[in-house]
């Protein structure tokens, strides 16, 4: 007597944006992209130095500007478009969002930076074209190996490599001392 094995289908169910908003708080890296959850491993310590070193550089450059400017890190939950919730690294948005403020963050940062962790594809690839799809402005990748890519233009297509220091037309003023950073 043979039995015949019947393949059963796996099927991933597609998590709304409702479902995904419903999900426990967590300090972990969790981000919705089109139906799918996706949980990012815990940071190093050198991502979160540098992390916090940007933070904290460009929330100096904003306090010193009169012009209402927003710096923030993850994990904050940012609304790219209908069912796309992202948590970058480190966000620039050129205006004030009220501390009040409840739910993701409805508008697009002018700045997105992620800073490289296991999943560099993940983080340079599939990030920036989320990003440039919802009209992000300029986006920086900081490399563990002690440079940052910074891609700006249309469709974030122009890519330019930094290794001393970083500035933007975004941020007039801003200078960011890249071997200072990577020096810790």
Same mark, same amino acid.
């Not at 419903?22 to 972990?28: E, I, K, N, T, Y």
């Not at 910074?150 to 890519?159: M, V, W, Y």
């Given at each position: 007597?043979?039995?015949?094995?019947?393949?059963?289908?796996?099927?991933?169910?597609?998590?709304?944006?409702?479902?995904?908003?419903?999900?426990?708080?967590?300090?972990?890296?969790?981000?919705?992209?089109?139906?799918?959850?996706?949980?990012?491993?815990?940071?190093?310590?050198?991502?979160?130095?540098?992390?916090?070193?940007?933070?904290?550089?460009?929330?100096?450059?904003?306090?010193?500007?009169?012009?209402? =400017?927003? @710096?923030? %890190? *993850?994990?904050?939950?940012?609304?790219?478009?209908?069912? !796309?919730? /992202?948590?970058?690294?480190?966000? $620039?948005?050129?205006?004030?969002?009220?501390?009040?403020?409840?739910?993701?963050?409805?508008?697009?940062?002018?700045?997105? =930076?992620? @800073?490289? %962790? *296991?999943?560099?594809?993940?983080?340079?690839?599939?990030? !920036?074209? /989320?990003?440039?799809?919802?009209? $992000?402005?300029?986006?920086?990748?900081?490399?563990?190996?002690?440079?940052?890519?910074?891609?700006?233009?249309?469709?974030?297509?122009?890519?330019?490599?930094?290794?001393?220091?970083?500035?933007?037309?975004?941020?007039?003023?801003?200078?960011?001392?890249?071997?200072?950073?990577?020096?810790?």
């Amino acid at each position: 007597m043979s039995t015949t094995l019947e393949a059963v289908p796996v099927t991933n169910p597609v998590v709304t944006e409702g479902d995904f908003l419903a999900l426990p708080v967590s300090r972990q890296k969790t981000e919705l992209i089109d139906g799918e959850v996706r949980m990012a491993p815990s940071p190093t310590f050198w991502h979160q130095d540098v992390t916090r070193s940007l933070v904290v550089r460009l929330s100096t450059w904003a306090d010193a500007h009169s012009d209402p =400017v927003t @710096v923030c %890190s *993850s994990p904050l939950d940012v609304r790219f478009g209908p069912g !796309r919730i /992202l948590q970058p690294d480190v966000f $620039v948005i050129l205006a004030r969002i009220p501390r009040d403020h409840q739910g993701p963050i409805d508008r697009i940062p002018e700045i997105c =930076v992620e @800073v490289l %962790s *296991s999943d560099r594809m993940y983080d340079r690839v599939t990030k !920036r074209l /989320l990003y440039a799809e919802a009209g $992000v402005k300029e986006f920086w990748v900081v490399d563990p190996a002690r440079y940052v890519e910074q891609f700006s233009g249309e469709g974030l297509k122009r890519s330019e490599i930094r290794e001393k220091a970083l500035t933007s037309p975004l941020l007039p003023g801003f200078e960011l001392d890249l071997l200072k950073l990577f020096a810790g």
